[in-house]
């Protein structure tokens, strides 16, 4: 039994050396003195500084954050009301929405992505074509035969704006996954007994429906923004003109190779390690708090 | 009361016909025409050129998903037979890698594996190639490992690996203890319970872990492209070229995507058919 026990501990420390090694490479590689991957030449911060006077880089880190927090409000939100209408719904209704719900999920991200970008094309050719010309057509007139001016309409193209629409449309499918379920296990007395003491519809919501499903809120919206913050392929297709954090480092893995990246997944690497002790050690003391109570 | 609630369901159904149902609706439309227009196979008889890249495609995704549930279920397996305190840090430890930019751990691999990259420098300096050499007469000074088929395949089990742990461990964890113990005291030694009882109850896991993991490595363009350099295209470069690359073809582009899709939706039956793995899965 001993044994076993030390072979199974070998093994899983040969995966995690496997999934780490990497990772711990950029990050000792990131306070490299030297244009290099491979050979140390002592330790210094140039990188960093390189890293933070790189106007593309860090132009794409705030794309980045903008578009995921954008996106995650919104998502969870929409998200949230969705699923507490979808509990309503009938099975015969909810059915189908959910299984449709699931397309972005289960799909292949590159189909979704082509899919998204074929459509914002269409879409905004539609748009420039009808409204835009129309409009401007209609403003040319007035101005040659009435001296009169209106603004004219900018034509629309891929950029931040279908970015954003991407971004929600593959976000909202996890909160309603997490939402649902928390509706599903509340207590369905509870609302009933807040209205009958007066609460309103509303209120009821807000003070009993939102406090029971709030842990499947949040787990939503946490794995809405990592989803956001962490997409490339989707992005790839539907960013137009701007650009995100995954679509730089494409582009500079494709053209030239700079250790500021290694800089970049270090401090990434940084944040995320803080946000998971932090979380966990939240987590392990409520627990322990918990177990002391009863 | 009901039926009131159920209107706040309305505008994301609408949102849904529109950005989700719609846009596929498309690529099935293009897939079906070309240029010049009117319904025809043209597209889907010119994949005929792209044999190639379609048997690269499935054999690579295929083989990654292999070494993941070969690597993954064992894992897995050991993992659930920890104490709760180290399984909550093993999971902490397969998650964190995925919290990494995926395009940041495979770049990482770029610079492990080149020609005069660290594995290489590290064979150099244990004398490696003087030994092969000395054996066989050959003046080796590198291993190739970058740009070839294995490169691909390690960066699709190494970004795709946690995919495929996953949902085994979460069916583990869950298994009904007093079937194992019925098991053993009927007579079955630990072999016979894993074949017997532990292994046909965690399938869910398993497929469901097998199509998280094939579905990304059949369709990825960034780690084929990263690792594999030009010359180890796989239906994702192909999809790639035809919507934003040089060859501009987004009714071939379409078709190849739609190819795809069917391939999702005939995982998505197997798995329904075998049933709860999958909505773990999803919430993963």
């Known amino acids: 039994m001993k044994q076993y026990r030390i072979g199974s501990r070998f093994y899983m420390a040969l995966i995690f050396l496997f999934l780490y090694a990497p990772i711990l490479l950029l990050v000792v590689f990131s306070f490299n003195n030297a244009n290099s991957n491979v050979v140390w030449q002592g ?58 719900n699931n397309i972005p999920i289960m799909n292949a991200d590159i189909v979704t992505g082509v899919a ?40 629309m193209k891929m950029g931040f704006t279908t970015l954003l ?67 490339f392929v989707i992005s790839y297709f539907t960013a137009g003109s701007a650009s995100t954090l995954s679509i730089q480092i494409y582009g ?17 690497f940084g944040v995320v390690l803080v946000l998971l002790i932090i979380i966990n050690v939240r987590e392990s003391r409520q627990e322990k708090r918990l177990s002391a109570r009863k | 009361m009901k039926n009131k609630i159920s209107w706040l369901a309305a505008p994301y159904v609408i949102w849904m016909a529109l950005i989700v149902v719609a846009p596929i609706i498309m690529v099935v439309i293009y897939a079906f025409t070309t240029a010049q227009g009117g319904i025809t196979l043209d597209n889907f008889a010119r ?28 894992l897995a397996y050991v993992m659930a037979k920890e104490g709760p ?35 290489n420098n590290f064979f150099e300096a244990i004398g490696l190639f003087d030994l092969i050499n000395g054996i ?40 009904d203890h007093s079937l194992l113990e019925a098991a053993r005291d009927l007579g079955a030694n ?12 965690s399938l869910p896991g398993v497929l469901s872990g097998v199509t998280m993991v094939f579905v990304p490595s059949v369709s990825t363009f960034a780690i084929s492209r990263m690792l594999g350099g030009n010359n180890q295209m796989l239906l994702g470069n192909l999809i790639e070229q035809q919507f934003l690359g040089g060859a501009y073809n987004p009714y071939l582009g379409s078709a190849i995507a739609l190819v795809m899709m069917v391939i999702v939706i005939v995982c998505m039956v197997v798995m329904n058919h075998f049933g709860e793995g999958e909505e773990q899965a999803v919430m993963l």
């Open chain 1, 43 to 100: 330790f210094s911060l140039r990188w960093y500084e390189e890293l933070f006077r790189d106007r593309q880089v860090m132009g794409a880190v705030y794309n980045t954050l903008l578009v995921s927090v954008l996106a995650t409000a919104i998502s969870t939100v929409v998200g949230t009301f969705t699923a507490v209408g979808l509990f309503g719904m009938r099975r015969r209704f909810r059915d189908p929405v959910l299984t449709v």
């Open chain 1, 116 to 155: 998204l970008c074929i459509f914002f094309v269409t879409a905004i050719a539609v748009w420039n074509g009808m409204i835009v010309d129309g409009w401007n057509g209609f403003v040319t007139y007035l101005e040659e035969n009435f001296r009169r001016t209106l603004p004219r309409m900018a034509e």
């Open chain 1, 165 to 231: 629409l991407a971004h929600i449309s593959f976000d909202i499918p996890y909160v309603i996954l997490n939402v649902l379920p928390k509706l599903r296990q509340m207590d369905r007395s509870l609302i009933d007994a807040a209205q009958d003491l007066g609460c309103t519809w509303m209120g009821a919501f807000w003070k009993v429906v939102v406090p029971e499903i709030k842990p499947g809120i949040v787990s939503g919206a946490l794995i809405a923004f990592t989803m956001s913050v962490d997409d």
């Open chain 1, 252 to 268: 500079m893995v494709r053209k030239r190779v700079s250790p500021e990246l290694n800089a970049v997944s270090t401090l990434l």
């Open chain 2, 47 to 74: 994949m005929g050129t792209y044999t190639v890249i379609f048997t690269r495609s499935f054999q690579l995704a295929l083989v990654a998903t292999i070494i993941c549930l070969l690597l993954g279920y064992p």
């Open chain 2, 85 to 119: 305190g180290f399984q909550r840090i093993a999971m902490v430890l397969i998650m964190l890698p995925m919290w990494v930019n995926f395009l940041l751990r495979t770049y990482a691999w770029m610079a492990i594996l080149e020609n005069n990259g660290i594995l």
């Open chain 2, 136 to 175: 066989f007469g050959t003046d080796l000074t590198y291993f190739r490992m970058i740009r070839t088929q294995g490169a691909v395949v390690l960066g699709m089990v190494y970004n795709y690996l946690p995919f495929m742990v996953l949902p085994i461990y979460s069916v583990i964890i869950k298994l």
């Open chain 2, 190 to 201: 630990s072999a016979l319970v894993f074949r017997k009882v532990i292994f046909p109850l």
